[in-house]
């Protein structure tokens, strides 16, 4: 097995000229202008956002492209080169739950602005998308879509998209996700999109919003970390991530806690705690955000292979504790770690989707061979790869 399934980055104006294309020849003219927004991975830090923990994303070099043009008409048309599924609609109708499917990202993201005054009533929009980030792999294409849209918002109404005005946008875009296309988000997926900078992760403090780049040059340490897309689907549909959410709740009571985030002495917590259960998914939450910290830290001294062991670290955690993993994401972890990677773990929010593997350059065709080889023989999708090179945040391409 040679071919290396590599998806490779496509050229961000590439991606503008076909939502450029898209648009005209759906809406007729030109459109008032382009957005584009990243998909992000997130290094380290899973299932602790809601918690009030540490997260480490950064941006990636595949991003969703927006062709917009303004209305006065409080309607919204939407289209995308990757779906035949459009939607037309009246904003002022926009509630939780209307519409569905992809348009409800974007229909929410004008809801949440309307009701923080931010847009008039009346106003409208026309949208065309065309995307690299790959759907339903964990690398959030939902924000990018948010974040692109909002942004291009924000320009053709003259509002500031500076630090302060991004962070408004950004609570926009959690409110579109979590009210109206009813998909709970700690908001870590929105603010790197927003605030990631070139060659860095975004620390970010989900209790106090704080955030602060962390550099990140894995080419210094001769290494590369690989994105693995299992191409199993992103599974949150049958209850399992609401009912780890509830768990954390019922424990924060029991202890008297707000979020696990105030708690010091973690044996001690633990072993107070009735429930077995209880036990394994606040015992993954406190140590993966002590994790976090350790990595930001190694990073920031330069030692990037030193932080492989503790990204296998969290992915037993996330398997045995937390229990998100999948026969997918495991068989690739395992893989890419006997072909020699530095350390691998998932990366999302798990039942599927990508994972990571902290690599040195001349492990690479190895570790890539051994995870399609594996998947191969236990009859599972074979998986693709995808660079992981920290990118730049939302920005405005074009603007007539």
């Not at 104006?13 to 939502?19: E, F």
């Not at 492209?65 to 926009?94: F, I, K, M, P």
């Not at 005005?165 to 109206?180: F, M, T």
């Amino acid at each position: 097995m040679t071919t290396q399934p590599w998806v490779a980055p496509i050229g961000v104006h590439t991606l503008a000229d076909r939502a450029e294309v898209l648009f005209h020849s759906t809406f007729g003219g030109a459109a008032d202008g382009v957005w584009a927004a990243p998909g992000r991975v997130n290094l380290i830090g899973e299932h602790v956002d809601y918690a009030g923990g540490l997260v480490l994303p950064f941006a990636l070099s595949y991003v969703t492209t927006v062709a917009v043009r303004a209305r006065d008409d409080d309607q919204l048309h939407c289209v995308s080169t990757h779906t035949d599924e459009q939607w037309r609609g009246n904003l002022s109708e926009v509630a939780p739950g209307h519409p569905d499917g992809w348009a409800a990202y974007v229909a929410g993201v004008v809801w949440a602005m309307r009701n923080s005054g931010t847009i008039s009533a009346g106003m409208g929009f026309d949208l065309a998308v065309h995307s690299s980030v790959p759907v339903g792999s964990g690398l959030s294409s939902s924000a990018a879509l948010e974040c692109a849209f909002a942004l291009a918002v924000a320009d053709l109404l003259g509002h500031p998209t500076d630090s302060d005005g991004r962070l408004r946008l950004i609570d926009a875009c959690i409110r579109a996700e979590n009210e109206i296309a009813g998909s709970p988000t700690g908001g870590m997926d929105q603010t790197v999109a927003m605030l990631a900078q070139p060659g860095h992760a975004l620390l970010l403090d989900c209790r106090s919003a704080d955030t602060r780049p962390v550099p990140v040059d894995f080419e210094s340490a001769n290494g590369r970390l690989l994105i693995i897309d299992t191409n199993a689907p992103h599974r949150l549909v049958d209850g399992q991530y609401g009912e780890r959410r509830a768990a954390l709740e019922v424990a924060c009571a029991e202890l008297g806690v707000e979020t696990l985030r105030d708690i010091d002495d973690a044996d001690a917590v633990l072993g107070s705690l009735t429930a077995p259960e209880s036990v394994k998914r606040v015992r993954h939450v406190l140590t993966e955000i002590k994790r976090v910290g350790e990595v930001a830290e190694l990073l920031t001294l330069g030692r990037v292979a030193d932080i492989g062991t503790l990204l296998t670290s969290s992915h037993l955690s996330l398997r045995d504790d937390y229990e998100v993993s999948s026969v997918e994401l495991d068989n690739a972890v395992d893989a890419a770690l006997e072909a020699g990677a530095w350390g691998a773990r998932m990366t999302g929010g798990g039942f599927g989707g990508s994972a990571l593997a902290l690599v040195p350059d001349d492990r690479v065709e190895a570790v890539v061979e051994h995870v399609m080889h594996t998947a191969a023989q236990a009859s599972l999708p074979i998986p693709q790869f995808l660079a992981a090179e920290p990118s730049r945040s939302a920005h405005r391409l074009s603007l007539r």
